[in-house]
């Protein structure tokens, strides 16, 4: 065995375990210097152990992915949780004490079960889950108190999406020093080499940047691409403290690199005739793609299996139950008899230095007789036996020979891993290149495509329609869960941390939006599990009371009604929230910062009307579950008679909350102008609303000149963009709705020959000022003069007064009885036409700033109709110059596509504004041979959608046309002669 491979003992393992997603672990061993290196499985395993009497090998995650639901596997998440227990426990997982002790909680839940002080003390006094654990034992029984019911899965998983938020997740460092001598640490990781020093990251070298990674004896070179380094040096080099140190950690980023970023394996090298020149070294397990592809196909045959707390494993012990073998159990001893054969690994930290004495009960390869036989593979390990591992000894082998490896260079990445993911934020867009709400925002990325000869076959799914409806409410439960934490996570520590809001405040704040989010994590915990039931049964073509989902909703919607005061008082925490900012200067700064963030993708106001907006859409979801199907009465069976309940519920909360979302959009719509007009006060005010905003073209004296008009309740406002390329409008003129007489359908300027003559101009006739302008299409021009006719007539026979906006700036004059030609330097008007990518950071998918560069327009009710018009879900977006396809979860809200990597991500890659965009079929001509693809176009920017079913693709092409069509899409031919 010695003589073999180490992919000889990995399979052994691999088989032993019965591990299906084994790339992502590895085994490691001591070498002369204590530090653990990867058995390489290539390699001759006598060339690759030290001391092989005494050679002990320990099971370890190789590969940390971003994102823990990557992870198929429940079995490997359980074994992920190991791990990062041992790096708590290690002290490599670096983090907060309040972090660590939630880590442990969640831990403790899965070992033990619910909550019981004096067992939980007693489990705690025997086993150390974090460094200094006396210290953080109130914490850890606190955090465990709030974790009842959660299942030892759930617990796992809790702990994989805490730890991969924090710094220093999945990292192993390497100590280096840089050119000048400074000491410094490196690491790797999915998205490449990180340069720490101590504990602080200070440089990161994407995939993306890197052309070559080499060594020459102890010093590890990286070369960036030319338009990387630009006039700076192209190489950087680091000093580690030998050669083998240095080779191994080029070597960890030669696997991470392929694993996370190839879609296939390398070649192997073609061996040299004579001698050769740099080393042959390339990772040969799967890819991370191959490797997901593999087990959706189901590649390994799934073996059952169950879990326990181990309270439950000794209750059903006293009782005498007889219970099922569920695992190996990493303490019991195994012996193989003749054959040294090796068997496993042990999942925990194996000493530095003594060896395994010779009585203890391990795994262990050598002769003898095997005193109980080998468990069924795959079986899962009893909760009881959990906390063994940390005390269970590792893997021994037989004799080895020690022998020194070769050196030189890395390979070349391939071309395709060159292209840059798609990394735009969404304040990104604005500074990034051409103007982004005209031009494309996502290039194509390597790493997430997807060929189309590599499309993994698709997997048995359900054919119910109320199961496609169950999958949305997921999907949007997802996006919403984000939504929320936005105000509950990273507002909130940034306030704390600043210490910038009153205390009143905060306590009214997160006093009514904690009960909110804490609900719907429950919600979304139980969506989740019954559709994974509801898709077993299915894939095992069972029948039974998991194929529903009307309980579920039932129970939850009855549920909100206990919310409903603290919906109510949303309005107070907004308008507080609004007269804090005003008064206290820091905490504005603090709120203006806060935007700018990436996991702000929205206003921050927009946050908070998210509870309520989301209670519509359970009454539209939930209107189409009770939606009769023809030829079937009574749809959904059983189920039915639960949904008619729970769409009742819902239809009554939101009709007693209908006016306070009504208040509440207005009143943050107002707040957000307010923040982006320059030379206006007091627009917040009693009885304001806000009607129509968009663009229109002002006659002046030196033409048609771009502006930004907003028509209120009382006045009508006209902007243009600030001078000197800020993200503001900037006040031009004010007119009172009161006193405006007439609006001239045609006046003579568009029968007049003349070099201002334009289709679709119209007059406003006001009290002391006419205006010419010019809309950009028929349809807009309608639009327009619907709404003005439409706020004069009210404002006329209104009885409430509206306190009057206080103009901070002098206004143009003009003569009352002509058009107005305001002076305008020729600076300002080339500010007008410009474009956004010269805003700075201010985010450029709001509403006006879309219609600006659109020239369009948005109403109140197109602001409505998006509310109820959402999605979430993944969508595959064809790649511009090939014929691959990006896998991506997209989020359609407020008139935006929203682009992530994943639901689990904290911020979007980029974002597509759709105002204007129309939304159809592809045509022969477009080369698309794929079903469910939709086509998104404005002028000449296209792009294609794949929906993952034909339920979603007609959800998507209906939300899209329903929330853009009618919000400013370019008029047809027709409507534009």
């Known amino acids: 065995m010695p003589k073999c491979d180490g992919q000889a003992l990995l399979t052994q393992v691999w088989e032993r375990l019965n591990l299906i997603e084994c790339d992502y672990f590895g085994l490691e061993s001591q070498n002369a210097q204590s530090c653990w290196i990867w058995l390489e499985p290539m390699k001759p395993i006598i060339r690759q152990v030290r001391r092989p009497k005494n050679a002990v090998l320990r099971l370890a995650v190789k590969f940390f992915p971003p994102d823990p639901g990557q992870l198929q596997e429940e079995y490997t998440r359980y074994l992920f949780a190991l791990q990062l227990k041992r790096d708590l426990l290690e002290e490599r997982l670096t983090c907060t004490d309040t972090t660590a002790a939630l880590l442990a909680s969640h831990l403790l839940q899965a070992e033990v079960g619910d909550y019981d002080e004096a067992l939980d003390r007693e489990h705690l006094r025997a086993h150390e889950y974090v460094p200094r654990q006396e210290r953080a034992l109130h914490r850890i029984l606190a955090f465990h108190r709030e974790l009842a019911g959660q299942t030892p899965a759930e617990s796992d998983f809790q702990v994989l999406e805490i730890a991969r938020k924090l710094d220093m997740y999945g990292i192993r460092f390497h100590s280096a020093s840089d050119r000048e001598g400074a000491k410094i640490k490196l690491a790797v990781s999915h998205t490449g ?52 140190e240095c080779k191994n950690f080029w070597k960890i980023c030669v696997e991470h690199h392929t694993f996370f970023r190839l879609l296939d394996q390398p070649k192997p090298k073609a061996k040299a005739v004579l001698f050769s020149r740099g080393s042959s070294f390339r990772y040969s397990g799967r890819t991370q793609k191959q490797l997901a592809d593999y087990v959706k196909d189901g590649g390994m045959k799934r073996v059952p299996y169950e879990r326990r707390h181990s309270r439950t494993q000794m209750s059903l012990r006293a009782l005498k139950v007889d219970l099922p073998r569920q695992s190996i159990s990493f303490s019991e001893g195994v012996r193989t008899p003749v054959t040294p054969s090796p068997t496993t690994a042990s999942f925990c930290s194996a000493p530095a230095s003594p060896p395994v004495p010779p009585g203890s009960r391990d795994f262990q390869v050598g002769s003898g007789s095997s005193e109980t036989g080998p468990p069924a593979p795959g079986a899962w390990r009893p909760a009881a036996e959990r906390s063994s591992m940390a005390t269970a000894q590792p893997l021994r082998l037989p004799a080895l ?34 103007n982004p709400l005209l031009g494309p925002v996502l290039s194509d990325a390597a790493g997430a495509g997807m060929d189309d000869r590599e499309e993994p076959k698709r997997k048995c799914v ?24 936005v105000i509950t996570v990273w507002f909130r520590s940034a306030v704390v941390k600043a210490d910038a809001m009153p205390a009143d405040l905060m306590t009214l704040l997160f006093s009514n939006i904690d009960p909110i989010y804490e609900f719907h994590r429950g919600f979304l915990r139980e969506v989740e599990q019954r559709l994974a039931l509801w898709e077993e049964s299915s894939s095992t073509q069972a029948t039974g009371s998991h194929q529903r989902i009307g309980d579920i909703l039932l129970r939850n919607m009855l549920q909100l009604k206990a919310l409903t005061g603290h919906f109510q008082r949303l309005h107070e925490v907004l308008t507080e929230l609004e007269a804090a900012s005003r008064r206290l200067r820091r905490l504005e700064a603090l709120r203006r910062d806060f935007e700018l963030q990436k996991v702000c993708y929205l206003p921050l106001n927009a946050f908070l009307l998210k509870p309520l907006q989301r209670l519509r859409h359970y009454r539209l979801l939930l209107r189409r579950l009770c939606a009769p199907v023809p030829g079937h009465p009574d749809p959904h069976g059983q189920d039915h008679a639960d949904l008619r309940d729970a769409l009742q519920a819902i239809t009554e909360v939101t009709s007693m909350l209908q006016h306070s979302l009504v208040q509440l959009e207005n009143l943050q719509k107002l707040t957000e102008l307010q923040r982006d007009l320059v030379g206006i006060e007091s627009l917040v005010a009693p009885g304001r609303e806000l009607i129509r905003e968009g663009c229109l073209h002002k006659l002046s004296r030196k033409g048609l000149q771009q502006r930004m008009f907003f028509l209120f309740s009382d006045m009508l406002l006209y902007t243009s963009r600030d001078a000197g390329g800020s993200s503001h409008f900037r006040i031009r003129g004010l007119l009172p709705l009161h006193g405006m007489l007439l609006i001239v359908l045609d006046p003579p300027v568009e029968d007049q020959e003349s070099e201002w003559s334009v289709p679709h101009c119209f007059t406003i006739y006001a009290a002391q000022k006419t205006i010419v302008v010019a809309a950009s299409t028929r349809l807009e021009k309608a639009k327009w003069l619907h709404d003005l006719n439409a706020a004069i007539d009210a404002a006329k026979t209104g009885s409430a007064l509206v306190p009057p906006a206080r103009v901070l700036c002098p206004l143009p004059r003009g003569s009352p009885n002509e058009a107005s030609l305001e002076p305008e330097s020729e600076d300002e008007a080339g500010g007008a036409q410009g474009s956004v990518a010269g805003t700075g950071r201010h985010r450029a998918s709001t509403a006006a700033h879309v219609c ?7 109403s109140r009710a197109d602001h409505s109709a998006a509310v109820e018009n959402q999605l979430s879900g993944y969508l595959l977006r064809k790649f511009k110059n090939s014929s691959g396809w990006q896998k991506l979860w ?53 792009y294609f959608f794949r929906a993952e079913s034909k339920y979603m693709f007609r959800r998507w092409m209906e939300v899209i046309e329903r929330a853009s069509a009618s919000a400013g899409r370019a008029g047809t031919p027709e409507e534009e002669a």
């Open 462 to 485: 359900p054919t119910d329609e109320a199961y496609f409806i169950a999958k949305e409410i997921l999907a949007t439960e997802r996006t919403y869960l984000k939504d929320l934490e």
């Open 193 to 244: 080499v990180l340069v720490f020093q101590s504990s602080t990251r200070i440089n990161t070298f994407n995939w993306s940047r890197l052309r070559k990674l080499s060594f020459k004896r102890k010093r590890f070179l990286i070369k960036l691409h030319p338009e990387v380094h630009g006039p700076y040096q192209d190489t950087l080099e680091f000093v580690l403290g030998s050669r083998d």
């Open 852 to 858: 600006w560069c659109r020239q369009s327009s948005v």
């Open 401 to 434: 020979q020690p022998h020194q490896g070769l050196s030189v260079e890395s390979p070349q990445p391939s071309p395709s891993t060159q292209r840059s993911p798609p990394g735009l934020s969404p304040q990104g867009p604005a500074v990034q290149g051409p």
């Open 890 to 942: 997209v989020v359609f809200t407020n008139f935006c596509l929203f682009f992530y990597k994943t639901h689990q991500d904290d911020h979007p890659l980029a974002s597509l504004p759709l105002l204007g965009y129309s939304v159809s079929l592809p045509r022969d001509t477009d080369g698309i041979h794929k079903e469910h693809v939709f086509k998104l176009q404005f002028k000449s920017h296209v």
